[in-house]
Structure formats: structure tokens, C-alpha cells
């Protein structure tokens, strides 16, 4: 599998060069790894939810930062302060200060 990711402006202009990486495995050692919700953060770090619940932060070259994946995840936001809100399948609310 390989992730691309391209950024473009709001005149669909690419704003960087392609970013490629490439995992790899078979169908079942990957199915685990698509990615469900992306969202970034002021500084460009990309925050994704992954098919088995993980919650991942890549930074611009799609290198792991950081993982929660303790828990299921049902969904995550990231606030005005860059603040990661996590909601677990228990429908419990974990708010991640980084300030």
C-alpha cells in the first residue's frame, strides 16, 4: 500500500512536492491500516483515525509521532488550541492538553 499525500491551495494549486510512503504487507496485515478521518493541527501535523480505532499524529513527511490506540477510538477533534479530544467506544470523553 502506499499513502501519497499532496496539499493544495483553494485554486487547486499543489502547495508541496507528493509525499510518498510505502507500507507493506498483504491484504490482511493492512486492512487495519486505512485511514477513517484525517485532520491538521497549526503547526501541519497530520492527525488520522485508522480502520482498528488507533488515533496516529504524522508529521508532513507521513512519519509517526505519536499513537493512542490503548483504546478503541470511535472518533477524535482537535480544538481551537490544538488541543486532541479522543472519544472512546465507551462513549467517554479524554481531552489531551498540549499547552
Not at 488515533?55 to 481551537?80: H, P, Q
Amino acid at each position: 500500500m502506499i499513502f501519497k499525500l499532496v496539499i493544495y491551495d483553494q485554486r487547486d494549486q499543489t502547495l508541496l512536492d507528493k509525499i510518498e510512503k510505502e507500507i507493506k504487507g498483504d491484504f490482511e496485515s493492512l486492512k487495519e491500516k486505512y485511514i477513517v478521518k484525517m485532520m491538521v493541527d497549526k503547526k501541519g501535523d497530520i492527525y488520522v483515525r485508522r480502520n482498528d480505532g488507533t488515533v496516529e499524529v504524522l508529521d508532513k513527511n507521513l512519519n509517526a509521532i505519536r499513537t493512542w490506540g490503548r483504546s478503541k477510538y470511535t472518533d477524535f477533534a482537535i480544538d481551537d488550541k490544538d488541543n486532541i479530544i479522543l472519544l472512546q467506544e465507551m462513549q467517554v470523553v479524554k481531552v489531551i492538553y498540549k499547552n
